[in-house]
Nanobody
């Protein structure tokens, strides 16, 4: 079955960096666009970044543009989110997900907390 396992979150000070990883399985990863979402307490889930199947097209939410970079490794079936210049408002549970599919099961996410 389709599975996403996110990792790499943690507690970081404002201005710091983190690199999130997501291991995907159960589908043809090399043909799938991928995305990162986040959900802060009391807020709806928000789309953060997307990447095309070959990695050539990337899009970002305005709130993270210029600070976050999405990438992927089609040999390892993994997608990454490099997060720099982190702000307290980036605090959330981060998830990866396959683009264009509504029926996949969400992973457990990885918690990112930005605080001094």
């Amino acid at each position: 079955q389709v599975q996403f396992v996110e990792s790499g979150g943690g507690l970081v000070q404002p201005g710091g960096s983190l690199r999130l990883s997501c291991a995907a399985s159960g589908f043809a990863f090399i043909t799938a666009g991928m995305s990162w979402y986040r959900q802060a307490p009391g807020k709806e889930r928000e789309l953060v970044a997307t990447i095309s199947s070959a990695g050539g097209i990337r899009n970002y939410a305005n709130s993270v543009k210029g600070r976050f970079t999405i990438s992927r490794d089609n040999y390892k079936n993994e997608v990454y989110l490099q997060m720099n210049s982190l702000k307290p408002e980036d605090t959330a549970l981060y998830y990866c997900y396959r683009l264009g599919v509504l029926s996949d099961t969400w992973g457990q996410g990885t918690q990112v907390t930005v605080s001094s």
